[in-house]
């Protein structure tokens, strides 16, 4: 009698476990919480110089870093309290969506069909599309002189070279690697003749290889960066668009740029306004 007793016992605590976790831990914490909680995981890019980037000693700079650090700031999380993830291109919306970071701020072109898996803040930067070519180029300019076969890398999980095949060179042969890092070193050592993403990610691999590679032609495309998070955490959404006017406003965002993009020549473009997607 006592052993029924006990294994009814049991079988109560554990329906009562999972009663609780159905009905308590629906989903995880919004970036809200977390910053509430101490603490932030966000998403950035380890491989793109002035942008973000993973330093040998482990530290991390670049201008979507100190992005990402003034809004965590904002939020209540100090610098040694964030942890950084590694975010490729193809993995940002799962990311979010499973609840591994808080936020990414890794050069995210707000789309809509991006729009339709995770929500962003921003803009805080507007990009455009370009080219990255060796030093001695003379033939590529721009995307319709890459025609006749040329070699055109970018990175899986992004539209770049894609929209250069829709829109400008139907004949272009496409190659794609998991990172721009990637690509660039295909382009040193000749096995692409371009690279195409946008173009304050390029201008700081020129800036990497002074005299090696150079960016071509003018931007052709227009490339909102937002701040992805989870689809529907509003409060977070919206604490963070305030974030993004502030350091605008009080000069953190021009100082940011110039810190860490300015190295590369790449001019400062105005401030954009915050649209509160």
């Not at 609780?20 to 989903?27: I, Q, V, W, Y």
């Not at 980037?53 to 809004?71: M, W």
């Amino acid at each position: 009698m006592q052993i029924h007793r006990s294994v009814r016992l049991g079988i109560g605590v554990m329906a009562l476990a999972v009663v609780a976790s159905a009905c308590g831990g629906s989903g995880p914490k919004s970036a809200v919480e977390s910053a509430a909680d101490g603490h932030l995981t966000i998403g950035i890019k380890y491989d793109q110089p002035g942008l973000g980037l993973r330093n040998p000693d482990g530290s991390f700079t670049g201008f979507d870093v100190e992005v990402a650090k003034y809004v965590a700031d904002k939020l209540g999380v100090s610098p040694e309290n964030i942890t950084f993830k590694e975010a490729p291109s193809a993995q940002r919306e799962t990311l979010i969506e499973n609840g591994e970071v808080d936020y990414v701020a890794a050069t995210y072109s707000i789309t809509d069909s991006r729009k339709q898996k995770v929500d962003f803040a921003g803009p805080y930067f507007i990009a455009g599309q370009s080219l990255l070519v060796q030093s001695d180029n003379t033939d590529i300019t721009g995307p319709t002189s890459l025609n006749d076969g040329k070699k055109l890398c970018s990175v899986t999980g992004s539209a770049p070279a894609q929209t250069v095949k829709d829109r400008y060179a139907r004949d272009v042969q496409l190659q794609e690697f998991d990172t721009y890092s990637a690509c660039v070193e295909a382009l040193r050592n000749g096995a692409v003749d371009a690279v195409t993403t946008d173009d304050i990610i390029l201008a700081g691999y020129a800036a990497r290889y002074p005299g090696e590679l150079k960016v071509v032609g003018e931007p052709f495309t227009e490339e909102p960066y937002g701040i992805g998070l989870a689809k529907t955490d509003d409060e977070s959404r919206a604490k963070i668009n305030d974030a993004i006017d502030e350091m605008i406003a009080d000069g953190s965002w021009e100082r940011a740029f110039n810190d860490t993009v300015g190295a590369s020549g790449y001019q400062i473009p105005t401030p954009p306004t915050v649209d509160r997607y």
